[in-house]
């Protein structure tokens, strides 16, 4: 009786545990009002419970309700030892005309299942029917966490208050030369940021340095600085290694930072700003005087050899390898001394950078190689690394173990009459003395006087020449006629369209397209930009919805329920390559 209860028990803890690891995956949609006025907006919330970085429905189709902004959110959530994450995406729809419109469930395959949502039906009358309230409260359109400019702010033209904010983080204050310190810039801002660009120079005087790569997408998270909700994002990183003692200080590092263009917002043509991080000052302590000119950092400290037995003509590579957390970039393996046995040529050292979430870590590898004297078994010592670590404030010395090699064969003797001494030669890692001989073939029939060797002169020099013509006259010249890329632009975009063979491939040739012909960046392209850019180029206005209604289609195929007949998608495809033509007869 007592092991039954036991076994229930430990059934019943896995099953807890089980359930606590285990997160829900689900797809939900919600609005927030089922009536709305032709002078409101609807605000329509995707919920992604469980799906890490899921790609952004669009809803540029959805029947007489137009998008006019799309934020994205991202939720954690601890509860009972249970961790949950969210994505939200939220559309603010402005309706186009009155009546009752449906939004239709969305569809969302996630690890091989499909998640759909709840379709809604909106009533749309004329005017407002959001009501009137008082400056200490907040209507049902707006919104508690606003980092972006608002559509009820657009609709009554209220300018948006920039606030945006630079913080600058190390990992430690207190620190020793050379020991590594992580510094970081942060950016606070409720406004939406198009790009960043750092002004100052990246240099910091009395430190060595490594810069994180900047990555060209940056997630950001929701956090309360002040009593205010933010946007923070992690826009720099590095790891610097201070070379000098005292008050060292970070000087201010200066950003540039441009406010993301919007046609409806207070700022209509973008604006940039400037802010600087604070300065940061850090206390570096001498070394204590025993770990004088020691690296400083932990690391591990191995050497092996290639191979355990090799011929005595052969040349083995020996490896040492030291990895873990420090300044690799100065740092030098031990080498072994030559000795009546062998001798030892000079390494060649490779090092490379981990750039993980914390701290700077790297791996310094070596190759040297070596030549025997002798057969045998030859041995090895041990080396040692010795390092100060700052965490332990001791110094830790990691020492390898010694090998041996077991050398067989007969040593062959070296050519005479050489007029370089053969020790002091050393070609792609082989001793000369030990290139083996080969045969001697008749110097009388020489290659260079046979017809052969002319015909391969001929056609050699040919090929330069065809060469420096292209990069001097086509590459500078006839490549770089506008004329001709366009030619090559519109041709390769219509042997896209003609190859499609899905639907949903057609949106990026269209994007691709546009991004070429109106030179707009990624970010930019949208049914604003793309009708603005037509009509500035008196491209057909019929020609021009049906480019961003296929688009549209294309991109939220995947998500919508209807699909395309093989007719109507033949249809859509003539169609494009004939707007397209169309557009490029009209946009030079």
């Given at each position: 009786m007592?092991?039954?209860?036991?076994?229930?028990?430990?059934?019943?803890?896995?099953?807890?545990?089980?359930?606590?690891?285990?997160?829900?995956?689900?797809?939900?949609?919600?609005?927030?009002?089922?009536?709305?006025?032709?002078?409101?907006?609807?605000?329509?919330?995707?919920?992604?419970?469980?799906?890490?970085?899921?790609?952004?429905p669009?809803?540029?189709n959805?029947?007489?309700?137009?998008?006019?902004?799309?934020?994205?959110?991202f939720?954690?959530?601890?509860?009972n030892g249970?961790?949950?994450?969210?994505?939200?995406?939220?559309?603010?729809?402005?309706?186009?005309?009155?009546?009752?419109?449906?939004?239709?469930?969305?569809?969302?395959?996630?690890?091989?299942?499909?998640?759909?949502?709840?379709?809604?039906?909106?009533?749309?009358?004329?005017?407002?029917?959001?009501?009137?309230?008082?400056?200490?409260?907040?209507s049902?359109?707006?919104?508690?966490?606003d980092?972006?400019?608002?559509?009820?702010?657009?609709?009554?033209?209220?300018?948006?208050?920039?606030?945006?904010?630079?913080?600058?983080?190390?990992?430690?204050?207190?620190?020793?030369?050379?020991?590594?310190?992580?510094?970081?810039?942060?950016?606070?801002?409720?406004?939406?940021?198009?790009?960043?660009n750092?002004?100052?120079?990246?240099?910091?005087?009395?430190?060595?340095?490594?810069?994180?790569?900047?990555?060209?997408?940056?997630?950001?998270?929701?956090?309360?600085?002040?009593?205010?909700?933010y946007?923070?994002y992690?826009?720099?990183?590095?790891?610097?290694?201070?070379?000098?003692?005292?008050?060292?200080?970070?000087?201010?590092?200066?950003?540039?930072?441009?406010?993301?263009?919007?046609?409806?917002?207070?700022?209509?043509?973008?604006?940039?700003?400037?802010?600087?991080?604070p300065?940061?000052?850090?206390?570096?302590?001498?070394?204590?005087?025993?770990?004088?000119?020691?690296?400083?950092?932990?690391?591990?400290?191995?050497?092996?050899?290639?191979q355990?037995?090799?011929?005595?003509?052969?040349?083995?590579?020996?490896?040492?390898?030291i990895?873990?957390?420090g300044?690799?970039?100065?740092?030098?393996?031990?080498?072994?001394?030559?000795?009546?046995?062998?001798?030892?040529?000079?390494?060649?050292?490779?090092?490379?950078?981990?750039?993980?979430?914390?701290?700077l870590?790297?791996?310094?590898?070596?190759?040297?190689?070596?030549?025997?004297?002798?057969?045998?078994?030859?041995?090895?010592?041990?080396?040692?690394?010795?390092?100060?670590?700052?965490?332990?404030?001791?110094i830790?010395?990691?020492?390898?173990?010694?090998?041996?090699?077991?050398?067989?064969?007969?040593?062959?003797?070296?050519?005479?009459?050489?007029?370089?001494?053969?020790?002091?030669?050393?070609?792609?890692?082989?001793?000369?003395?030990?290139?083996?001989?080969?045969?001697?073939?008749?110097q009388?029939?020489?290659?260079?006087?046979?017809?052969?060797?002319?015909?391969?002169?001929?056609?050699?020099?040919?090929?330069?020449?065809?060469?420096?013509?292209?990069?001097t006259?086509?590459?500078?010249?006839?490549s770089?006629n506008?004329?001709?890329?366009?030619?090559?632009?519109?041709?390769?975009t219509?042997?896209?369209?003609?190859?499609?063979?899905?639907?949903?491939?057609?949106?990026?040739?269209?994007?691709?397209?546009?991004k070429?012909?109106?030179?707009?960046?990624?970010?930019?392209?949208?049914?604003?930009?793309?009708?603005?850019?037509?009509?500035?180029?008196?491209?057909?206005?019929?020609?021009?919805?049906?480019?961003?209604?296929?688009?549209?289609?294309?991109?939220?195929?995947?998500?919508?329920?209807?699909?395309?007949?093989?007719?109507?998608?033949?249809?859509?495809?003539?169609?494009?390559?004939?707007?397209?033509?169309?557009?490029?007869?009209?946009?030079?």
């Open positions: 007592k092991n039954r209860i036991m076994t229930v028990l430990l059934a019943g803890l896995v099953l807890w545990v089980g359930g606590l690891s285990a997160e829900e995956v689900a797809v939900t949609a919600a609005i927030n009002a089922d009536k709305i006025g032709l002078d409101d907006v609807l605000v329509y919330t995707l919920t992604f419970k469980g799906i890490d970085n899921p790609r952004q669009d809803l540029s959805l029947p007489q309700l137009k998008v006019t902004q799309i934020s994205r959110g939720r954690q959530e601890f509860i249970a961790h949950s994450s969210s994505v939200d995406f939220t559309y603010y729809l402005q309706p186009q005309a009155t009546g009752a419109f449906t939004i239709p469930p969305l569809s969302y395959e996630f690890q091989g299942r499909a998640y759909k949502t709840e379709a809604f039906t909106i009533h749309v009358v004329q005017g407002s029917v959001a009501p009137q309230t008082s400056p200490g409260r907040k049902i359109f707006d919104l508690d966490d980092f972006f400019s608002s559509p009820v702010d657009r609709v009554e033209r209220k300018p948006q208050e920039i606030d945006v904010k630079l913080r600058a983080l190390v990992s430690k204050k207190d620190v020793l030369p050379g020991e590594q310190v992580i510094y970081r810039v942060l950016l606070y801002t409720r406004n939406n940021i198009e790009s960043i750092m002004v100052s120079n990246q240099t910091i005087p009395g430190f060595w340095q490594e810069w994180y790569p900047v990555s060209q997408t940056i997630d950001g998270t929701v956090t309360k600085l002040d009593g205010k909700n946007r923070l992690e826009i720099r990183k590095a790891a610097l290694f201070p070379t000098n003692t005292g008050q060292v200080s970070i000087p201010p590092l200066k950003f540039e930072l441009m406010l993301r263009q919007d046609a409806f917002s207070f700022f209509s043509n973008g604006r940039n700003i400037f802010r600087s991080t300065e940061v000052t850090l206390n570096v302590r001498p070394l204590p005087a025993q770990a004088a000119g020691l690296p400083v950092g932990d690391f591990d400290f191995s050497v092996t050899p290639a355990a037995a090799i011929d005595i003509n052969e040349i083995l590579t020996i490896k040492p390898r990895s873990g957390k300044n690799l970039k100065t740092l030098e393996t031990p080498n072994f001394e030559s000795g009546d046995d062998y001798k030892v040529f000079p390494a060649r050292i490779t090092r490379h950078a981990d750039f993980g979430q914390g701290e870590t790297g791996v310094l590898e070596a190759e040297i190689p070596v030549t025997f004297k002798k057969a045998g078994l030859i041995a090895f010592p041990a080396l040692s690394l010795t390092f100060y670590q700052p965490e332990m404030r001791q830790v010395t990691r020492q390898s173990k010694p090998f041996t090699v077991k050398v067989s064969g007969k040593k062959e003797e070296s050519e005479s009459g050489s007029t370089i001494p053969q020790t002091e030669i050393v070609k792609t890692g082989q001793d000369i003395d030990y290139i083996k001989k080969g045969r001697i073939y008749d009388e029939k020489l290659f260079y006087k046979t017809p052969l060797f002319q015909f391969l002169a001929v056609i050699f020099f040919l090929i330069n020449l065809f060469y420096v013509l292209k990069i006259l086509y590459d500078k010249y006839i770089q506008p004329l001709l890329n366009r030619k090559k632009l519109l041709n390769r219509v042997k896209a369209l003609q190859s499609v063979r899905d639907y949903g491939e057609i949106f990026p040739i269209l994007e691709n397209y546009v070429e012909k109106g030179k707009l960046g990624r970010a930019e392209i949208n049914s604003y930009a793309i009708e603005n850019l037509f009509e500035k180029y008196g491209v057909s206005g019929k020609d021009g919805k049906n480019f961003t209604r296929i688009k549209a289609e294309s991109e939220s195929c995947r998500f919508s329920p209807i699909k395309k007949t093989a007719q109507e998608f033949k249809h859509d495809l003539q169609l494009l390559v004939d707007i397209v033509k169309r557009i490029d007869r009209k946009i030079k």
